[in-house]
């Protein structure tokens, strides 16, 4: 079977959300133009990374060809994610990337697969590899989207004071304190 890429070159939405109560979130990337809407399912880290890769690359760009400060864009996408939310797949393998010609981010996301993924077939049109979804997007999208999924991530459970790990409503059994007492939640 052939491979699938869905390709968003002009994306109304892109954005990052979660179903579910904090604790047992699952965190999806969403595309939609037109009326198509893909959603792919991957992890909290996942987010985090790409939200910050897609800051660094920007700050990147605009240190070496300068940007283009007319270019306005819409206020935060505070949305929901669109419904029904149907996944398209598991996300393995995460490419980014600057088009210099569309002056565009490139965000690419690939299909978990029981093969080991060639980098070459990170954003490529070759026929063989994982499904893929492919968003260009454009400096302002891609910084609304970073900072969307910084949010999202942050939206979790608070973390505990000493140990860093988060923090259940029942609290928790607190390393740092080699489980001696169990710490409760902040404002109880």
């Known amino acids: 079977?052939?491979?699938?890429?869905?390709?968003?070159?002009?994306?109304?939405?892109?954005?990052?959300?979660?179903?579910?109560?904090?604790?047992?979130?699952?965190?999806?990337?969403?595309?939609?133009?037109?009326?198509r809407t893909i959603s792919v399912l991957l992890e909290k880290q996942q987010v985090s990374v790409l939200a910050e890769r897609?800051?660094?690359l920007l700050e990147e760009v605009s240190r070496r060809f300068g940007t283009d400060e007319s270019e306005t864009g819409p206020g935060s996408d505070l949305d929901p994610l669109a419904v029904p939310l149907e996944e398209?797949?598991?996300?393995?393998?995460?490419?980014?990337?600057?088009?210099?010609?569309?002056?565009?981010?490139?965000?690419?996301?690939?299909?978990?697969s029981e093969e080991e993924v060639d980098e070459s077939v990170v954003l490529d049109d070759a026929e063989e590899g994982p499904d893929a979804?492919?968003?260009?997007?454009?400096p302002t999208?891609?910084?609304?989207?970073?900072?969307?999924?910084?949010?999202?991530?942050?939206?979790?459970?608070?973390?505990?004071?000493?140990?860093?790990?988060?923090?259940?409503?029942?609290?928790?059994?607190c390393v740092r304190l080699n489980g001696y007492r169990q710490r409760t939640p902040v404002g109880d």
């Open 133 to 138: 979804l492919r968003v260009f997007l454009s």
């Open 141 to 173: 999208q891609a910084q609304a989207f970073a900072d969307r999924a910084e949010k999202v991530v942050s939206a979790g459970r608070p973390p505990c004071p000493l140990c860093a790990e988060a923090l259940d409503p029942e609290g928790h059994v």
């Open 88 to 112: 398209e797949f598991r996300v393995g393998t995460m490419g980014l990337g600057w088009d210099a010609d569309s002056k565009s981010v490139v965000v690419e996301l690939l299909a978990v």
């Open 1 to 35: 079977m052939s491979r699938v890429i869905h390709v968003f070159r002009q994306p109304e939405r892109f954005v990052a959300g979660t179903v579910g109560e904090p604790g047992d979130r699952s965190f999806y990337l969403q595309a939609i133009e037109e009326s």
């Open 54 to 56: 897609i800051a660094a």
